[in-house]
């Protein structure tokens, strides 16, 4: 059981836009700042989104951040196939003394 | 270029030892945060440890606790995962990664190794 909370999956057609949420508490997106990894299949993660929504060098603007209270979203726009990945929220949780990770959402291009 | 690369994975039985290295290379080491994050087979990301840059501020997730230990020789640009009473449920590939951030406010983990496979099994 992870500690935050996303749907374990999401799909859309190529060019649709995709959203992931991602559920926590207070004492981690309530306190601090989330971050967005994409898995490509057999590949290391990726940072995709840091500090909510900000975007690192080479990341396509595809790919947007946001966040209200303990919840968070990751938004793909212009789905493409090679979107087709997993996609991971986290955050430092306070009372944990860690980093907590989502159980990740599936993204499948149909 | 930043890397990560991490070694010393492998099978193992229940109750055995292991230990894990990272060596890395692009960037000052002793000025970097450093994490072990994990993934068992099909399973998601679970995050396991972390050393400040100093090496002076450590934390554990509780389900290693007591049985790992994070080090780190910033003279050998390495860091090392002693893993000790290994369960079968500890059997995942193990990633290196680098962590910024002015304050766990905004932690954010930038970068990350391939990853190597530990195995816990009879």
């Known amino acids: 059981q992870s500690v935050l909370t996303q749907p374990p999956s999401a799909s859309g057609t190529p060019g649709q836009r995709v959203t992931i949420s991602c559920s926590g508490s207070?004492?981690?997106?309530?306190?601090?700042?989330v971050n967005w990894y994409q898995q490509l299949p057999g590949t290391a993660p990726k940072l995709l989104i840091y500090n909510d929504n900000q975007r690192p060098s080479g990341v396509p603007d595809r790919f947007s951040g946001s966040k209200s209270g303990t919840s968070a979203s990751l938004a793909i726009s212009g789905l493409q196939s090679e979107d087709e990945a997993d996609y991971y929220c986290a955050a430092w949780d306070d009372s944990l003394n860690g980093a907590v990770f989502g159980g990740g959402t599936q993204v499948t291009v149909l | 270029e930043v890397q990560l690369v991490e070694s010393g994975g492998g099978l193992v039985q229940p109750g055995g030892s292991l230990r894990l290295s990272c060596t890395v290379s692009g960037f000052i080491f002793s000025t970097y945060e450093t994490n072990w994050v994990r993934q068992a087979p099909g399973k998601g990301l679970e995050w396991v440890s972390y050393i400040s840059g100093s090496g002076s501020t450590i934390y554990y997730a509780d389900s290693v606790k007591g049985r790992f230990t994070i080090s780190k020789d910033n003279a050998k640009n390495s860091l090392y995962l002693q893993m000790n009473s290994l369960r079968a449920e500890d059997t995942a590939v193990y990633y290196c990664?680098?962590?910024?951030?002015?304050?766990?406010?905004?932690?954010?983990?930038?970068?990350w190794g391939k990853g190597t496979a530990v195995t816990v099994s009879s």
């Open positions: 990664a680098r962590s910024v951030g002015n304050s766990f406010y905004y932690y954010s983990i930038d970068v």
């Open positions: 207070s004492s981690n997106i309530g306190s601090n700042t």
